[in-house]
């Protein structure tokens, strides 16, 4: 698959936009400031195809890129206090519609969690939702070259009880530095993206 041919297909603010399913979609979901954006880039290999910002709640709209047969959907960071009540609203419409959607062929999320710390409660909310709802998804520890190997060591422990159902997740370190990561999500989105079927879960 050559990464480095995606380009951005369209933002939507508003459910009602979404255009019809029309390809196999792979969903970038996390808290605001956690790290989607960089991802995003470092695994298309591209420097500034989705747009990073050092401002939480930055992302308002899903963006969808497309890469050959599939599209990757980067949706809206969710747990940033600092935003209008309405406007938290749409956010909630929009994510909640597009999960909802059963006409949307959702291959595999991508759950983002930063490694430096506990879950918080969005995303522990945003993984129960993905276990209930039996979406196949893969949990990505990001930021992993901000930890020392002994930090790094004592979240990998931890998670084993902060995580719901740890034991059958597929957990990722990534880093947007150092490339830990990559190849590895290149390979399941991949594996996704062929005739064989759905990825983790």
Request: with cysteine; charged share 30%.
């Amino acid at each position: 698959m050559e990464f480095q041919s995606a380009e951005f297909f369209a933002s939507y603010g508003r459910f009602e936009q979404l255009p019809k399913p029309q390809k196999i979609e792979i969903a970038f979901a996390g808290r605001s400031n956690v790290g989607k954006s960089s991802l995003i880039n470092r695994i298309l290999g591209r420097r500034s195809l989705a747009r990073v910002s050092s401002v939480p709640g930055k992302t308002q709209t899903i963006n969808f890129y497309t890469l050959e047969n599939i599209y990757l959907v980067d949706l809206p960071g969710y747990g940033y206090a600092k935003v209008a009540k309405t406007e938290k609203e749409r956010w909630r419409e929009l994510i909640g519609g597009y999960f909802a959607d059963a006409e949307r062929d959702l291959a595999l999320v991508f759950c983002l969690v930063d490694m430096r710390h506990p879950p918080t409660a969005d995303d522990l909310t945003m993984i129960n939702f993905l276990i209930d709802s039996e979406l196949p998804f893969c949990v990505v520890l990001t930021k992993a070259d901000k930890l020392k190997k002994t930090e790094r060591e004592k979240r990998l422990e931890a998670l084993k009880s902060e995580l719901p159902m740890y034991e059958q997740l597929t957990v990722i370190p990534f880093s947007s530095v150092t490339d830990e990561g990559v190849e590895r999500m290149r390979s399941i989105i991949e594996e996704v993206s062929s005739d064989d079927g759905k990825a983790a879960e």
